[in-house]
């Protein structure tokens, strides 16, 4: 991983850029190769959800669902009870708020080894608008006893990533996206579910983030670095089972914190954060999230710009948080 | 309609026994629809499905699946499932009761054998019983997948998108079945929100239809011997089994006032005069 603050523009604008969908098309396409338990269901979005090379090498693991989501949360539910590990996958917000009564009953009370892999998510699904960005599915999901929730930032974390979802007994929410994003983690680091990742260290806030966002907060870091603000920075991959452990080891060194996501404030990362801290260490906090809002139709970084979720959001998110941590410490 | 002195009915009769005793010792629960599916329950656990009650594991490998999608006939499936060995019958006792593993609906959490998903929420068990029976195919094994819905589950949206998923995806290894008693909480099917021509909907689904009465016991063992004659050849089978909501207790027969309602004393010491068998309460 670079250093982030010490590398020039160069560097960065040389990163690759790759959608998150795309790791998780290879990373089912690499589990189906290691595990014939694997099979994949989908609705209708084959080419969308990056699922086509899994489908073309193992066609008769491949199930067509068609545009009935419901009955395909059902089925995949079924295909556990012969001991098969079943991946649906639609976009975000048709894979939980359309079919959540069926992901409670069938996958999550009866904790069924169903993984819901769900791209598109929030803003940056773009000009298609509001009835596809969803905002509230990881609050749906992380509400669910049993599930797990994941979101990840980049192509390789995807990929990783769903080797260790295949690998996790237990039904799993499995967020990521559309657009392409720079690739900013290495493709041979294992992921850990439960276990956050830490960017960069730093002593004046720290900043937990997921997703998309966790690229806004690197820009974020760099701008507050060069004016002397140092940003202990977590990538807090999996919202369920929350990182307790990192969280507070680094609020203990910064005693403020903002968090950032692609989503809902109600319901989503920074929700769980706050909960762990009004527990253990209760801390000043500022949400970087959408504000009780509905999105609209646009370009994934005008949608990202408009709802407050840029660089510059975070950074005036943080110098709030100190300037709060100071005035409590006076 | 003859089921009188046969082994089959006398354990029927106490499947009944138990269900009204369960239902009056929680003061809740579904009595109607347990009644009226307790010959079908009894012919399927007893003498149709190739099981291992003493063996039972989640995956079922190995052995025939049976879904149930209208969970709230939960007091029939408890019974069946005690008396064929799954379980101690003492345990139906604690049904609907706090710390019980016989919860209101049937649930895997509480780990009761024989019990494979969480069911209640209707329209569910059609999806479920689909994978299940796909995942047969993909083991390699040739054992059927059973389930059982209600006629008035049949009003959810996700039994027609399975309907199509199974036909679609020629999963002929599925028998299921309707509970076809023309009840549902709010009153008459037909009143409430009329299902048309069943048969005429399922066949154009591209389902093998057939239809039996399920309290003849000679009906319901033609009706699975043709099932699984039908079965094989690329359709999903379903069964249009006409019953009477509240079967073997004159009160509460073909009416949906007993849909929910747990009897009092009075009733309970009427419907067990009607229903003598020579097993044993629990």
């Known amino acids: ?330 | 309609m003859t089921n009188q002195s046969t082994p089959l009915s006398d354990l029927c009769t106490q499947v009944r026994r138990d269900i009204v005793r369960m239902v009056h010792g929680a003061s809740s629960g579904h009595p109607g629809g347990s009644l009226g599916c307790t010959d079908f329950l009894v012919k399927l656990y007893f003498e149709e499905m190739r099981i291992d009650p003493e063996n039972w594991s989640m995956d079922g490998k190995g052995e025939d699946l049976f879904f149930l999608s209208n969970g709230h006939i939960s007091p029939v499936w408890y019974s069946v499932l005690a008396r064929r060995g799954y379980f101690e019958v003492s345990e139906l006792a604690t049904f609907r009761k706090l710390h019980s593993r016989l919860q209101g609906h049937p649930a895997t959490e509480e780990g009761l054998p024989g019990i494979r998903v969480a069911s209640g929420s209707l329209g569910q068990g059609l999806s479920i019983a689909c994978g299940a029976a796909q995942a047969k195919k993909l083991n390699g094994e040739d054992r059927w997948v059973y389930s059982l819905h209600g006629d008035g589950e049949l009003q959810e949206g996700q039994i027609w998108e399975a309907a199509l998923y199974a036909a679609h995806h020629g999963i002929d290894n599925l028998i299921s079945f309707v509970d076809w008693n023309g009840q549902q909480i709010d009153g008459a099917v037909e009143d409430v929100m009329t299902l048309g021509d069943l048969e005429a909907k399922w066949t154009a689904f591209g389902w093998h239809v057939l239809q039996c009465d399920g309290h003849d016991h000679a009906s319901l063992d033609a009706a699975f011997k043709s099932a699984r004659g039908a079965a094989g050849k690329g359709k999903p089978v379903m069964v249009l089994m006409r019953t009477d909501m509240g079967k073997g207790v004159d009160f509460m027969e073909g009416t949906h006032k007993w849909h929910g309602v747990a009897p009092d004393d009075d009733q309970l010491s009427s419907a067990l005069a009607q229903l003598t068998s020579s097993y044993a309460d629990y």
């Open chain 1, 1 to 330: 991983m670079i250093d982030f603050i010490q590398a020039d523009q160069a560097t960065l604008d040389g990163l690759t850029r790759k959608d998150t969908r795309s790791g998780f098309g290879q990373g089912l396409l690499e589990v189906g190769q290691a595990d014939d338990r694997i099979v994949a269901l989908c609705a209708d979005l084959t080419g969308s959800l990056k699922m086509n090379a899994f489908k073309d090498a193992f066609p008769e693991r491949f199930k067509q669902a068609g545009i009935a989501e419901a009955n395909m949360i059902g089925v995949a539910a079924g295909l556990t009870i012969g001991g098969l590990i079943p991946f649906t996958g639609t976009f975000a917000n048709f894979s939980t708020g359309r079919v959540y009564d069926q992901i409670r009953q069938s996958v999550a009370y009866s904790g069924k080894n169903v993984k819901i892999c769900a791209s598109h998510c929030g803003l940056t699904l773009g000009e298609d608008g509001a009835t596809h960005q969803i905002l509230e599915d990881v609050g749906m999901m992380k509400m669910l006893p049993n599930m797990t929730v994941i979101h990840t930032c980049d192509y390789e974390q995807t990929r990783n990533a769903t080797h260790a979802v295949a690998a996790h007994d237990g039904p799993v929410y499995f967020r990521f996206g559309r657009p392409k994003v720079p690739i900013i983690t290495d493709a041979d680091t294992p992921f850990i579910i439960g276990k956050a990742r830490k960017v960069m260290t730093g002593s004046d806030v720290t900043l937990v983030t997921n997703g998309h966002l966790v690229w806004n907060s690197i820009l974020a870091a760099r701008q507050l670095a060069a004016e002397g603000i140092s940003v202990d920075l977590l990538d807090m991959h999996t919202i369920k089972p929350l990182d307790n452990a990192a969280l507070l080891e680094s609020v203990g060194r910064t005693r403020c914190v903002v968090s950032a996501e692609e989503h809902q404030r109600n319901g989503g990362l920074g929700e769980s954060v706050a909960a762990c801290l009004a527990a253990h260490h209760p801390t000043p906090q500022r949400f970087v999230a959408v504000e009780d809002q509905f999105g609209e139709s646009g370009t994934p970084a005008q949608l990202l710009e408009k709802y407050g979720l840029g660089p510059e959001a975070i950074v005036m998110a943080c110098k709030e948080v100190i300037g709060v941590k100071q005035g409590l410490t006076v």
